[in-house]
Nanobody, 124 residues
Framework: QVQLIESGGGLVQAGDSLRLSCAASGGTFSGYAMGWFRQAPGKEREFVAA????????YYAGSVEGRFTISRDNAKNAVYLLMNSLKPEDTAVYYC?????????????????WGQGTQVTVSS
């Protein structure tokens, strides 16, 4: 079974960029659709971006489209989230997730594996 570990979070200023990484181990990574979700304090976890198994199909939340880019490297068993033009409202814990039963998914219920999360804080 795949295990997920996120990294790359931190404290940045508005307008800066960050790249989150999610390393997968213990399974056939290419067989999973991948996604990023985030949860801000006092709010529910929300969808950020999703990527199909082969990487050819992507979906983004409207709040990040045009600023964030999800990608994967199946040879390195990794998925990435490049975040540009960060805003204070992007502050949250970001979670990497893997879905084994669908080609691509935008809802958290479709994902069966989750990382522990990485904190992203954007100051104004």
């Amino acid at each position: 079974q795949v295990q997920l570990i996120e990294s790359g979070g931190g404290l940045v200023q508005a307008g800066d960029s960050l790249r989150l990484s999610c390393a997968a181990s213990g399974g056939t990574f290419s067989g999973y659709a991948m996604g990023w979700f985030r949860q801000a304090p006092g709010k529910e976890r929300e969808f950020v971006a999703a990527l199909s198994r082969a990487g050819g199909v992507t979906y983004y939340a409207g709040s990040v489209e045009g600023r964030f880019t999800i990608s994967r490297d199946n040879a390195k068993n990794a998925v990435y989230l490049l975040m540009n033009s960060l805003k204070p409202e992007d502050t949250a814990v970001y979670y990497c997730a893997a879905a084994s039963t669908v080609t691509v998914a935008t809802t958290s219920g479709r994902y069966d594996l989750w990382g522990q999360g990485t904190q992203v804080t954007v100051s104004s």
